[in-house]
Structure formats: C-alpha cells, structure tokens
Nanobody, 127 residues
Framework: QVRLVESGGGLVQAEGSLRLSCAASGRTITYYAMGWFRQAPGKERECVAAINWSGGSTHYADSVKGRFTISRDNAKDTVYLQMNSLKPEDTAVYYC????????????????????WGQGTQVTVSS
C-alpha cells in the first residue's frame, strides 16, 4: 500500500518561509516523478512544482517561480518544497503526489498524471 504523508504546513506571515516534506512508503519514489499541488477554496487543484524521476529537471508554476524550490532525496523516499517570500495568495492545502508512470521522460504537471496522493497539509499566509 502506497502512502504519502505531508508535513511542515502551518501559519506564517507574509514574506516568511516554510518547508514542506512528503515522506513516501510502500513504493520507492526513486523511479517516479513527484509533484506538489495546492488547492484553495473554490479553486481548482494546481501544480505548483514537479520534479522528474532523476531530479535533473523541474517545473514550476509561474506564480511561484523564484520563490519555491522542489527537491528530492531518493535515499529517504522524501520530497521537499521550500517556500520563501510567501504571499497571502499562497494560502491553500498543499498535496504531494507520485507519478503513475515509471521513468517518465517529461515532467507531469496535471493531476491526471499522478496516481498516489497525500492527505494534504494546510498552509496559511497572513498579511
């Protein structure tokens, strides 16, 4: 049984930082792209960052470029999202997800390309 568990969310003031972690169990992340998504109330789930299976390529939403950094530690089966210069509009539930395709060449950035999801962690940025 594959399980993804996010941690590190919380309440932070604008311009602050948070580091989210996503620990995987049940299936190694080594050969799979990983993504971080977020969903705010009344909005669609969007991909904020994704990293390919090798860690050599990344994708970021335009709204977070230069502020967020995704990384992975395959030895620990963990993916991270470092979030700096946070803005109130970053407030959302953040989810990590694991690709369904092994060693995908491209970087998946839509929900339908991911098979397993965590339960989400709330990030709230106050102004």
């Amino acid at each position: 049984q594959v399980r993804l568990v996010e941690s590190g969310g919380g309440l932070v003031q604008a311009e602050g930082s948070l580091r989210l972690s996503c620990a995987a169990s049940g299936r190694t992340i080594t050969y799979y792209a990983m993504g971080w998504f977020r969903q705010a109330p009344g909005k669609e789930r969007e991909c904020v960052a994704a990293i390919n299976w090798s860690g050599g390529s990344t994708h970021y939403a335009d709204s977070v470029k230069g502020r967020f950094t995704i990384s992975r530690d395959n030895a620990k089966d963990t993916v991270y999202l470092q979030m700096n210069s946070l803005k109130p509009e970053d407030t959302a539930v953040y989810y990590c997800a694991q690709d369904f395709r092994r060693m995908r060449v491209s970087i998946p950035n839509t929900p339908g390309e991911y098979e397993y999801w965590g339960q989400g962690t709330q990030v709230t940025v106050s102004s």
